[in-house]
């Protein structure tokens, strides 16, 4: 099954401005995590959501969860063009190991 | 800040030939993964140990694959007899008593 699919799967925006990425799953999860990608480098871990809570922020981020649409949204304001990665939203099974099942990701440039 | 280390970063090899991809997860923590990501695809989960034992895994995860931890620190993956598709990054992670799990920087596997 196609868990966690994120849109746009490309998002180019200018410095300063704000950058919304979404994110589908298709079962029931525990958690939802965001976690960023620089080209070719390994996954850097940005925030959790629980399935309990419905926003949460940290810093620049704002991440919101839907568990009855099952979708999640990570907002990033003010950007800067350090924020230029790919994005993947992962969630975790059910699974004793909590393994994380990632989706396709959405490729952010921010344009200085 | 702990992190995790993975080595070697890049790995080329001839096809049919064995790779042992070592890493070295945060200390204290009990869960260890691997996941792998083809270029320009999404991050795949191939297996989960626990307790000195492997706790799931996932289809990709077949016979030609091993885990191992050796020691108190390693932790190795090994691939017997590469396939042009085993082609990719390969990322350790682990995991404490918390939910997030915390990636090493990954090996890029190039197999000819």
């Known amino acids: 099954s196609q868990q966690g699919e994120e849109d746009p799967q490309a998002l180019s925006i200018q410095e300063g401005e704000n950058a919304t990425m979404n994110c589908s799953y298709k079962?029931?999860?525990?958690?939802l995590q965001w976690y960023r990608q620089n080209s070719g480098r390994g996954l850097v871990h940005l925030i959790l959501i629980r399935s309990n809570e419905r926003e949460k922020h940290s810093g620049r981020l704002r991440v919101t969860l839907d568990t009855s649409k099952k979708s999640s949204s990570l907002l990033i304001t003010a950007s800067r063009a350090a924020d230029t990665a790919s994005y993947f939203c992962?969630?975790?099974?059910?699974?004793?190991?909590?393994?994380?099942?990632f989706g396709s990701g959405t490729q952010l440039t921010v344009l200085p | 800040e702990p992190e995790v280390t993975q080595t070697p970063s890049h790995q080329v090899t001839q096809m049919g030939q064995e790779v042992i991809l070592r890493c070295v997860p945060i200390?204290?923590?009990?869960?260890f993964y691997w996941y792998r990501q083809i270029l320009g695809q999404k991050v795949e989960f191939l297996v989960s140990f626990y307790n000195n034992e492997i706790s799931e895994k996932s289809e990709i995860f077949d016979d030609q694959f091993s885990v191992e931890r050796p020691d108190g620190s390693n932790f190795t993956l090994k691939i017997r007899s590469t396939k042009l598709e085993d082609s990719a990054m390969y990322f350790c992670?682990?995991?404490?008593?918390?939910?997030?799990?915390?990636f090493g920087p990954g090996t890029r596997l190039t197999v000819l």
């Open positions: 079962t029931s999860i525990n958690n």
């Open positions: 992962a969630t975790d099974a059910s699974g004793s190991a909590r393994q994380l099942t």
């Open positions: 200390s204290n923590h009990l869960y």
């Open positions: 992670a682990s995991r404490g008593q918390g939910m997030v799990e915390f």
